[in-house]
Every structure is written in structure tokens, then in C-alpha cells.
């Protein structure tokens, strides 16, 4: 079955740096690879989607990799505020109308 | 855009007793809405897939007496907690497929958090 690893549970950089998330995935070959922020009781509020044909999205201060090669998708957070500490999840799918598989998501902290 | 409500969002009940969670596309038409769980500290786990019309399809290992879900609507899709007892606990969260130009994208509600007493 499909495993989806998100490189660690918990991630803490100081504000004004780069935050880097890894996503992992095996057993898979995902046509969409999305990343989801979550906030503590709430649910998750989609951030950008990226396509297996497309190598890089960027919006705003977001940017994300998609390498089907290393089956690994990087998720970038440049110029990092406190407001942009939360739980950031990675979902992959494997077609059009899919389900989603998510990862377990890695809680980032950014400190002043 | 893309706004999902849900209703309650938090809600205590009797053990044996049922609750009905309510999940709404506000500016949206979703043929296809999902309903997850989430423990602490854990990933979202599918429950259930629900086309507008036609029965959910519910993911392996989840009841599905006990985890009722009616899609009415394009708007509305319902899951009903029956006879809860303390282990359904949890996180429910509902999310709503809209097709865009990326492929059809999940947006999730707030959640509602159900505790069983």
C-alpha cells in the first residue's frame, strides 16, 4: 500500500529564514501532490497543488517541489513569520477525481 | 471562494446516543464530499466518500450503521454518529471537491470535535 512520510514531526527556524518541508511518498505514483495547513482544532486549509508534469509552484511566499523521479515533493516557506507556524500536510492523489492520502503532517514553529 | 461550513462544532453527548455532523459547500456545488477522523497527532483518516444521489462508499474497516451519511444536496452532505459510545471520540472533518484547473481540489470545514461520554 501507499506510504506517505513527511521528513519530521516537528520543525522550529527562526523568523526570516526558509522553512523546507519533505514529502516522501512509496508505492505510488500521485498525479497530484497537494499541501494542506492546519491550525490546532480546526481543519485543514488547502495551500497549492502541483501536477506530476509540473516540476515547481510558487504563490506568494510558498513554493513546492514535485520530483516523480525521487518520489519527493519539497514545500518552501521563504522570509518565515510566527503567523506561519502550524501543522502543514502533504495529500497525494492519484487521479482526477481520487482520494486523498495524507501524510502525517509536520508541525512547524517559527519563532522571533 | 471555497467556503465549507460544519455543524455543530463541538458537541458532548450520552453514551448510546446519535449525533448528526452537517457539511456545507457555501459558494460551491460539490458532487463529491469526503468525511475524515482525526486522532491527536495523527493524519486524517477517510471514512467515507459521498457522491450527491447515490450511496457513500465507506473506506475499509469503517461501519457503515454506525456511521450513517446522506448527501442530499449538491450543498449538503450529512454523517450521522449512531449510538456513540466513548471510543468514537474524535475529530470529524468533512471536506468538499471542487474541479479547477489543477484537478479537483478538497476544501475542508472547520471540523467538529465529538466527545462521548
Known amino acids: 500500500s501507499q506510504k506517505i512520510e513527511q521528513n519530521s514531526e516537528a520543525l522550529n527556524i527562526q523568523e526570516g529564514k526558509t522553512a523546507t518541508l519533505t514529502c516522501n511518498y512509496t508505492n505510488y505514483s500521485p498525479a497530484y501532490l497537494q499541501w494542506y495547513r492546519q491550525d490546532p482544532g480546526r481543519g485543514p486549509v488547502f495551500l497549492l497543488l502541483?501536477?506530476?508534469?509540473?516540476k515547481e509552484k510558487r504563490k506568494e511566499r510558498l513554493k513546492v517541489t514535485f520530483d516523480t523521479t525521487l518520489k519527493q515533493s519539497l514545500f518552501h516557506i521563504t522570509a518565515s513569520q510566527p503567523a506561519d507556524s502550524a501543522t502543514y500536510l502533504c495529500?497525494?492523489?492519484?487521479?482526477?477525481?481520487?482520494?486523498?492520502?495524507f501524510g502525517r503532517g509536520t508541525q512547524l514553529t517559527v519563532w522571533p | 471562494g471555497a467556503v465549507v461550513s460544519q455543524h455543530p462544532s463541538r458537541v458532548i453527548c450520552k453514551s448510546g446516543t446519535s449525533v448528526k455532523i452537517e457539511c456545507r459547500s457555501l459558494d460551491f456545488q460539490a458532487t463529491t464530499m469526503f468525511w475524515y477522523r482525526q486522532f491527536p497527532k495523527k493524519s486524517l483518516m477517510l471514512m467515507a466518500t459521498?457522491?450527491?444521489?447515490?450511496?457513500?462508499?465507506?473506506e475499509q474497516g469503517v461501519e457503515k450503521d454506525k456511521f450513517l451519511i446522506n448527501h442530499a444536496s449538491l450543498t449538503l452532505s450529512t454523517l450521522t454518529v449512531t449510538s456513540a459510545h466513548p471510543e468514537d471520540s474524535s475529530f470529524y472533518i468533512c471536506?468538499?471537491?471542487?474541479?479547477?484547473?489543477?484537478?479537483?481540489?478538497?476544501?475542508f470545514g472547520p471540523g467538529t470535535r465529538l466527545t462521548v461520554l
Open positions: 495529500a497525494l492523489r492519484g487521479s482526477t477525481l481520487g482520494r486523498l492520502y
Open positions: 459521498s457522491n450527491e444521489g447515490s450511496k457513500a462508499t465507506y
Open positions: 502541483i501536477r506530476e508534469n509540473e
Open positions: 471536506s468538499a471537491s471542487l474541479l479547477g484547473e489543477g484537478g479537483d481540489t478538497q476544501y
